[in-house]
């Protein structure tokens, strides 16, 4: 009888524990990351008789979660991928709605400028229209300086997310290494039992995590979770939890990185391997969207300001003087990394502002390379390598001053600051050039049907400066421009290397240009030599070219010939000497042409004496020079007591102060055809005049800084004049080229227009908002869709739930029957004995 109560005594606690796990299981329906738990019941070991095996009973063997563990690692991802396409489309949703506002921001304001423009050309003496002209150009520069504010404010308020993100992600990973540490010590003190409401709780956090960033879990033997992120860093390994934390970008101060805290030490991250969840989705949006939208905001302000300006300061204002700087400019931004050893600063300055990409770069030197400088464009990583700056490349210019150390980097942001930088020059409307200096007209008398162009102003520049160059160096203040004194240059890299030299004395002069007004370029070598005196065969070996021996060189039928062959004999080593080979098809004379500023020097090796007749090339040729350009009115005066070194003349002449236009640009000049009428005359005031040229229709005619164009058929003695304009408060003819601008492709290497590269940027972000806003819904879809499938296995259901109170309520009340029957037996067989 003792058997039967103990079989009844075990239903009854089975059946307890079932109702005790049912009541958890409802209690805690609403949890979130709650999995449901049931009781794993397992008969007892029967007992062997007489009559076979006899039953003991029951047994509850563990409380176990109902957890599919490969639902749940698809849940995490679609959950840090959807997190991060969500948190990536509010942050751009913001910028699409201003942009693409058609009745503010940049497209009015450009439609109300060059219709306020077109209405100076038509009433140039007006002076309500020159004030409109005025107001719509402060306007619209206000519209540029607002929208970028409100992309610097964005990046502003990313930086705090970041931060707010990367807390998050600390104290998730410190309560999973607690969590973990009470799961490790439950575990060992359970026999094995698993602690269901503590696992629970540690999916809960690792969900939560995943939410800030994708974390990638491994599960140890112990029961406690490792968790990694990025590239594999650990945050949580054990009971131990390592942090994230902010710093400042060491190449861009206006943005924050995110660092791995390792034991107190901040190592880079590099920032694209933080995927997934709303950091991820932060960084992508910063990178790839903030950056780029402000970029080429940035381009298109100061493309405009550049093209606008060039067309102004072709024309007349109502004061008789040329025009000048309408828009000011932003300039391009170069941040040096924190981390730089060396005290070397790069400057960028814009060359040819239509031909800027809207890119980032980053600029690198590693003395290990024979190029050191590496250039990458950001947008699409292509990389340039260069022996030596200044270079130009994408309509930007860069030099560099100072002393490079290994490993040195910097960030050039171009147009960054265009928008903001942006801004009206003039105050006085009168100072609009609307007129064209000149004017041309036909004589009424011409008898031919020759028509002439309207006069275009040639801007030309302010006089530049030509000289050789050194193999020596500079010494600080040695050499003077325009009373600035020049710091000190470094050597050529090997004796005899002027270019070396030359590119170290124009590093030197950029250093103060902002002071000088001067800037300087080491020009790329090029050097020519005359005809081949000989057609005779060069043996290999006979001459070198920058110290590489020149193989063969086969005969040749003629100079042309054996020309060619010098110079595919040269071009076959090029990539050793860097120097590249080309021959007149006519003559035969050889040209080189070296890459990167780099020196040419020829050599004759061994007992040939013959060079110079065979090939045409003088040996022991350097040919690398400095040109220097005058940026201000203040022209260009060389002093010092050794501006030598430099190659450059002391008190040169091009120093007196000129205008950038011609001084006789006002002279009136007649252009007067001759009999037969195949050429023409131009007489009048200015350099070259009189002079007889033949006639080609169409051609350009340019002197004393116009241009302009004869075409038909004139006749003998038909006469045409080009004469300064005495109208001019009349006369909108370069307002009229102004005006004309809002239809050229001045824009992205002459592609679109002002209007069609903005409609490109509110179409590439229009386009990229609309793209995640349904891989950000279809995402949304599928974590409720795989939420769904993880809770009909894991999830309470309360029905079923109170069909179990039912089911182990009737089971317990069964269990105490059977014991109050094995009670009432024992009690009978107690009876019978007394």
Do not use: C
Request: proline share 4%; charged share 5%; no cysteine.
């Amino acid at each position: 009888m003792a058997d039967l109560s103990s079989i009844g005594i075990s239903a009854l606690t089975a059946a307890q524990t079932g109702l005790l796990t049912t009541e958890h299981n409802i209690a805690n329906a609403s949890t979130p990351g709650y999995n449901r738990q049931q009781i794993v019941q397992t008969a007892n070991t029967p007992l062997l008789t007489g009559s076979g095996f006899m039953g003991q009973g029951v047994n509850v063997s563990t409380v176990t979660r109902l957890y599919n563990d490969f639902l749940n690692t698809q849940l995490l991802q679609q959950q840090a991928q959807s997190s991060q396409l969500s948190t990536y489309y509010t942050q751009i949703q913001q910028i699409n709605n201003v942009i693409a506002d058609p009745t503010a921001g940049i497209s009015p304001s450009l439609q109300n400028f060059f219709s306020a423009v077109s209405g100076v050309a038509n009433d140039p003496s007006s002076a309500a229209a020159r004030q409109t002209m005025l107001s719509s150009a402060q306007s619209l520069t206000s519209s540029f300086q607002s929208l970028n504010q409100l992309f610097n404010s964005m990046n502003t308020s990313v930086n705090g997310q970041i931060g707010s993100s990367v807390n998050s992600i600390n104290a998730y990973a410190q309560q999973i290494a607690a969590i973990n540490q009470n799961i490790t010590v439950a575990s060992a003190g359970g026999t094995g039992q698993p602690p269901n409401d503590l696992l629970d709780q540690r999916d809960q956090l690792i969900s939560q995590l995943n939410q800030e960033i994708k974390a990638t879990v491994i599960k140890q033997t112990d029961g406690s979770y490792n968790v990694y992120i990025g590239s594999g860093q650990a945050l949580v390994v054990g009971n131990q939890a390592f942090a994230l934390q902010t710093v400042t970008s060491p190449s861009d101060p206006t943005k924050v990185n995110v660092s791995y805290n390792a034991r107190g030490t901040s190592v880079p991250m590099q920032q694209s391997s933080l995927q997934g969840g709303n950091l991820g989705g932060l960084l992508a949006f910063r990178d790839q969207s903030l950056t780029t939208t402000q970029n080429a905001l940035g381009q298109l302000a100061t493309g405009l300001a550049a093209t606008f300006n060039a067309q102004n300061s072709l024309g007349q204002d109502l004061n008789g003087a040329m025009g000048g700087t309408f828009f000011n400019m932003g300039a391009p931004v170069v941040n040096s990394n924190s981390n730089n050893a060396g005290t070397a600063v790069v400057s960028a300055s814009i060359a040819n502002a239509t031909a800027l990409t809207g890119s980032d770069y980053t600029l690198t030197y590693n003395s290990a390379n024979a190029q050191p400088y590496t250039l990458t464009r950001l947008s699409d990583n292509k990389v340039t390598t260069y022996a030596r700056l200044p270079q130009t490349v994408d309509g930007l210019t860069l030099s560099v001053s100072g002393t490079t150390s290994n490993g040195d980097s910097f960030l050039i942001r171009p147009t960054v600051n265009g928008a903001q930088g942006i801004s009206v020059a003039i105050s006085d409307p009168s100072q609009i050039a609307a007129a064209i200096p000149v004017i041309s007209n036909a004589s009424l008398n011409n008898i031919g049907n020759g028509t002439i162009t309207a006069a275009s102003v040639v801007n030309t520049p302010y006089a530049t400066v030509t000289g050789g160059s050194t193999t020596t160096a500079l010494t600080a203040g040695q050499l003077t421009l325009n009373g600035k004194p020049v710091g000190a240059s470094v050597a050529g890299s090997a004796a005899g290397q002027s270019a070396d030299s030359a590119y170290a004395i124009a590093q030197a002069i950029n250093a103060v240009s902002a002071s000088s007004g001067v800037t300087a370029t080491a020009n790329v070598n090029i050097v020519t030599g005359s005809a081949p005196g000989s057609t005779s065969a060069i043996a290999a070996g006979s001459f070198s070219i920058n110290g590489i021996s020149v193989g063969a060189v086969a005969a040749g039928t003629n100079a042309a010939g054996e020309g060619a062959n010098v110079a595919a004999a040269i071009n076959a080593i090029a990539t050793q000497t860097g120097v590249t080979a080309s021959a007149n098809t006519s003559t035969g004379a050889v040209t080189l042409t070296a890459a990167d500023g780099r020196d040419i020097t020829i050599a004759q090796l061994g007992t040939y004496a013959t060079l110079s007749s065979d090939t045409g090339l003088t040996p022991a040729t350097n040919n690398a020079t400095l040109t220097l350009s005058s940026a201000s009115a203040a022209g260009i005066n060389v002093a010092g007591t050794a501006p030598g070194n430099a190659g450059l003349t002391a008190a040169t002449t091009a120093s007196t102060q000129q205008p950038p236009v011609n001084a006789n640009l006002q002279q009136p000049v007649t252009i007067t055809f001759n009999n037969p009428p195949t050429t023409f005359t131009i007489s009048g005031t200015g350099t070259g005049l009189p002079a007889t040229l033949a006639y080609t229709p169409g051609t350009p005619i340019s002197y004393n800084g116009w241009s302009v164009q004869i075409n038909g058929n004139p006749s003998a003695n038909d006469v045409f004049t080009v004469k300064a304009n005495t109208n001019a408060s009349s006369d909108g003819n370069n307002a009229l080229l102004m005006a004309g601008l809002q239809t050229q492709n001045t824009m992205l290497g002459g592609a679109v227009t002002y209007a069609g590269a903005f409609a490109q940027l509110v179409s590439q972000v229009g386009s990229q908002t609309n793209q995640l806003q349904i891989t950000s819904q279809a995402q949304t879809n599928m974590v409720n869709q795989t939420t769904q499938t993880q809770q009909s296995i894991s999830g309470v259901n309360l029905d079923e739930e109170a069909a179990n109170l039912i089911k182990y309520q009737q089971a317990y009340q069964a269990a105490g029957k059977a014991i109050q029957t094995a009670n009432t037996l024992f009690s009978t067989l107690l009876t019978m004995l007394n």
